[in-house]
């Protein structure tokens, strides 16, 4: 794993090669929208798994997390670490704050 600090750094923060976006703010949650299938880099498991550390590591809000399964296809089905990333961050500290996940399938 990388370490959190030096990710701005590397190539992988280019924008849309990891989906993990907040797209709104409220009062009682942030809600944030993941959709593996429409990043860049869809096939880079531990770039994602860094990614989104990197987003929650000063998160202290409750927050709601949709993860968009729709656009996965035959070329995103052999990405397996990917959906295993996935499920192993939402058993994790990490996400100590996520009050539920909505998938989209």
């Known amino acids: 794993m990388i ?5 701005s750094q590397l190539s992988c923060y280019e924008p849309d090669a990891h989906s993990f976006h907040i797209i709104s703010i409220n009062r009682n949650n942030d809600y944030y929208y993941t959709c593996p299938a ?7 498991s531990e770039g ?5 550390r990197f987003k929650l590591q000063n998160n202290v ?3 709601i997390w949709i993860i968009n399964s729709a656009a996965f ?3 995103h089905m ?3 670490n990917v959906m295993k990333i996935l ?4 058993q994790d500290t990490i996400t100590r704050n ?7 399938l």
């Open 61 to 63: 809000k409750p927050w």
């Open 87 to 90: 499920l192993r961050l939402l």
């Open 98 to 104: 996520l009050n539920q996940y909505r998938l989209k």
């Open 38 to 44: 429409e990043a860049r880099r869809y096939s880079d």
């Open 78 to 80: 052999k990405c397996v």
């Open 3 to 7: 370490p959190l600090n030096t990710l």
């Open 73 to 75: 296809g035959f070329t």
């Open 48 to 52: 994602l798994d860094d990614f989104i």
